[in-house]
């Protein structure tokens, strides 16, 4: 078909280009694999092994702020890092009409996806068994898909707001703001939504923090047991996990499935909104 003889080459030969880069390379790219893990060593130092007494609720509830707030700051590191000479090469290269600003994006996109899997694998794995979250692969799997996809948002958003800002630095920061209200408002773990204005709850709907704190907490929280304190010692908040979610996070586990969808379209959507943002920056005169 016109599709496949007009943009697979294209793809194709950008993907092969992007890969001799990486292997001549090394030295930029490894960081990537492990730059999300150095950030481990300060996680366990503060959590150790978790109990399951009415402390460890909150040391739970700061291990989910960690892992859907660290991901995607790293992500923004590395675009920023790595993405701009291939911006400007795409840039003289899209003016002489070699490809679409389509096959740019996507084809960085599944350049950049296998890191994002390893790294994330890396961080998931010593952080979720270390630190003593719930013990099961299952909840381990859905753990690692939702640090692997925000992982790998951070970057798509970083990379789609370099297509508005040429300066790295502007857009660096611009990102880390985009991320950090999102967690905010949306994601309840530093306040409970139902506390915030109407018009942050409301916009709360709009961020992917929403989704993507909602299906951790469920994960982690549902069907566990807290020891209590005796009578004299201490109060007893919450004696399981489901009363825990019953109060700030009502319908994360019925929505396990919705959220994952919510998540797997936002992570499709920014990457339409990265392609969109190059369109309409169109191309810049390069000094």
Same mark, same amino acid.
């Given at each position: ?73 790293? &992500? @923004?590191? #590395?675009?920023?890092? =790595? *993405?701009?000479?291939?911006?400007? /090469? ?101 306040? &409970? @939504?139902? #506390?915030?204005?109407? =018009? *942050?709850?409301?916009?709360?709907? /709009? ?81």
């Amino acid at each position: 078909s016109p599709v496949r003889k007009d943009i697979n080459p294209s793809l194709f030969s950008i993907f092969r280009r992007m890969m001799v880069n990486l292997a001549r390379e090394r030295t930029i790219y490894i960081p990537r694999l492990f730059m999300l893990s150095l950030f481990v060593p300060f996680i366990l130092a503060f959590l150790g092994h978790m109990k399951t007494n009415q402390e460890s609720i909150q040391d739970r509830i700061g291990l989910m702020y960690q892992s859907a707030s660290v991901p995607p700051y790293v &992500s @923004i590191l #590395n675009a920023v890092a =790595i *993405f701009p000479p291939l911006r400007d /090469l795409y840039y003289r290269e899209c003016r002489d009409g070699l490809y679409s600003t389509a096959t740019f994006i996507l084809t960085y996109a599944i350049h950049v996806l296998p890191f994002h899997i390893i790294a994330s694998f890396f961080f998931s794995i010593i952080v979720y068994w270390v630190t003593g979250l719930y013990p099961s692969w299952d909840r381990f799997a859905i753990y690692y898909a939702v640090v692997c996809a925000l992982h790998f948002i951070g970057e798509i958003i970083t990379v789609g707001t370099m297509g508005v800002l040429i300066n790295p630095n502007i857009a660096n920061s611009t990102s880390a703001l985009v991320l950090t209200a999102s967690l905010l408002l949306a994601s309840g773990l530093l306040r &409970s @939504i139902k #506390n915030m204005l109407e =018009i *942050f709850q409301w916009a709360s709907w /709009l961020s992917v923090h929403k989704y993507s704190t909602e299906i951790l907490m469920a994960n982690e929280f549902h069907g566990l047991n807290f020891t209590c304190p005796p009578p004299t010692l201490g109060v007893c908040q919450f004696e399981t996990g489901d009363a825990y979610l019953r109060e700030f996070y009502p319908d994360a586990v019925d929505n396990m499935h919705t959220n994952f969808g919510a998540l797997g379209g936002f992570t499709v959507s920014f990457v339409v909104f990265t392609i969109i943002a190059f369109k309409i920056r169109g191309i810049p005169n390069l000094n």
